[in-house]
């Protein structure tokens, strides 16, 4: 009689240290939000709910969402961005120099080019090379 009760009792305990163990780990991509300083963590912690109802499915998605952001460096695209603007202005410097010397290149070809200024162009040549 004594090892039926025993076996209830861990019956009952095991039942409740899953049921408990299962909500602890749903609610680990909360917690790594909230140390984090997410600016989502509410709506992590309601999608952890929710991976509950759908058998923990969506679970690791919430883990992904949830390691994406540091307060540091927020997103992480902010450096990508400013590298890009920063291109695009090298490029634009870069079409606008070439666009120069295409126009350098066929007034020389025309020898339309004042003797002065092939004295330069020659000496900027030089120093290219």
Do not use: C
């Amino acid at each position: 009689m004594f090892l039926d009760y025993f076996a209830l009792g861990v019956i009952f305990f095991v039942a409740i240290f899953l049921f408990y163990g299962i909500i602890v780990i749903h609610d680990i991509p909360y917690e790594i939000a909230k140390e984090r300083n997410h600016p989502q963590q509410d709506a992590l912690h309601i999608a952890g709910w929710v991976s509950l109802f759908t058998l923990h499915a969506i679970w690791p998605f919430l883990w992904i969402w949830a390691t994406l952001y540091r307060e540091d460096r927020g997103w992480g695209f902010n450096n990508v961005m400013q590298r890009e603007l920063a291109l695009e202005d090298e490029v634009k410097q870069l079409n606008k120099t070439v666009a120069q010397l295409e126009i350098r290149l066929q007034s020389i070809e025309q020898g339309s080019i004042k003797p002065n200024e092939q004295a330069v162009a020659a000496s900027t040549n030089g120093k290219e090379a």
